[in-house]
């Protein structure tokens, strides 16, 4: 569990931000630790992108060292509350060396609570080392703009305004029930307690964080919340905290079956079963406890409008052939919850 000590000073600077760079390292990360829970779209336009353009440092760097950490510099810290792809890959190109050698140490060494053997470092990564760290900046950078043009630029637009309306919610969150609880209701994996952040991980590891602030970060890619910056203050230009949580389900993406009719959270729910998933990824991704999202799934399936299948000791639901015109597809789901 990493904890993030805030106290009531730092809640009050606590403040939301929209980063386009991060939503496309969100995508690189998500693809290496975990693809299954990556849409299908978004698979096949990273696949592509990566493809075409040989971009095969920033595969190999953006999907995170054994440890699972990504250098965070190919992510910069939102310095306002919109940054443009521009400015952020202008932070990247020119961070500094002695922070790509810290971050580069932890992404191939591991954390000091991760006492894991680390394996060899990449070819293709030592071979771009040797040229020094600012070569090593400005190719990220670079290959980072083509991967952004290719797999984002043209859904950008519709992005954005999922991820601004998402911030809205949230504030409307705020107005009716304060801080705290929207916060809460970011990720099942984030907990508001005793003047600071719980931020559940896997694995045994402990870190404690004092921050004067955090930064909440929707991104439309990622199943479950992420946790970057937060350095000690002897760190290499250090950054303040920040998180990148996953934006909530637009209206406009429900199917052909109106919310006046269903309501809003089966609306949602159907939205989000146009692939096989369990009761439980559904209560991440869409912020509703398991026991309210498993009462509206029996009312649609016992409806006809939903496939239900077991796969292992988990039970998978999908869209029911004819419930958007497109057959379920319900065979033998990979991932599990």
Not at 12 to 24: D, E, K, Y
Not at 189 to 214: C, E, F, K, M, S
Request: glycine fraction near 8%.
């Amino acid at each position: 569990m990493i904890r993030i000590e805030l106290g009531r000073e730092g809640l009050g600077r606590t403040r939301f931000a929209l980063s386009p760079l991060n939503v496309a390292a969100d995508l690189l990360h998500a693809l290496r630790r975990n693809p299954q829970s990556v849409d299908r779209p978004w698979q096949a336009r990273a696949g592509e992108a990566l493809r075409t353009r040989r971009l095969c440092l920033l595969a190999v760097l953006g999907g995170g060292g054994p440890h699972g950490y990504a250098p965070d510099f190919m992510r910069p810290q939102p310095p306002a509350f919109h940054t443009s792809v521009d400015s952020a890959l202008h932070q990247v190109a020119t961070t500094s060396t002695e922070r790509i050698r810290y971050e580069l140490t932890l992404a191939l060494g591991g954390h000091s609570w991760d006492d894991t053997p680390a394996g060899r470092p990449p070819r293709l990564l030592l071979e771009a080392l040797q040229r020094g760290e600012k070569h090593l900046a400005q190719r990220i950078a670079d290959e980072m703009a083509q991967f952004w043009q290719l797999a984002f630029e043209p859904h950008w637009p519709r992005l954005q305004t999922r991820l601004e309306d998402d911030i809205a919610a949230r504030g409307t969150a705020i107005a009716r029930n304060g801080l705290t609880h929207a916060i809460n209701q970011l990720s099942p994996a984030i907990t508001w307690r005793d003047g600071g952040l719980d931020i559940h991980t896997y694995g045994p590891h402990q870190l404690n964080i004092d921050a004067d602030a955090v930064i909440l970060v929707p991104c439309p890619v990622l199943p479950w919340a992420l946790f970057c910056g937060g350095d000690p203050d002897d760190t290499p230009d250090p950054r303040a905290p920040w998180i990148c949580y996953p934006s909530l389900m637009p209206a406009s993406t429900s199917p052909s079956l109106s919310e006046e009719l269903i309501g809003n959270t089966r609306a949602r729910l159907l939205a989000e079963l146009a692939r096989p998933r369990t009761t439980g990824e559904l209560a991440q991704r869409l912020h509703l406890s398991r026991a309210t999202v498993s009462y509206h799934l029996q009312i649609l399936h016992r409806a006809g409008l939903l496939d239900r299948s077991h796969h292992s000791r988990h039970v998978f639901y999908a869209l029911a052939s004819g419930a958007d015109g497109q057959p379920a597809g319900v065979s033998s789901p990979k991932r599990s919850t």
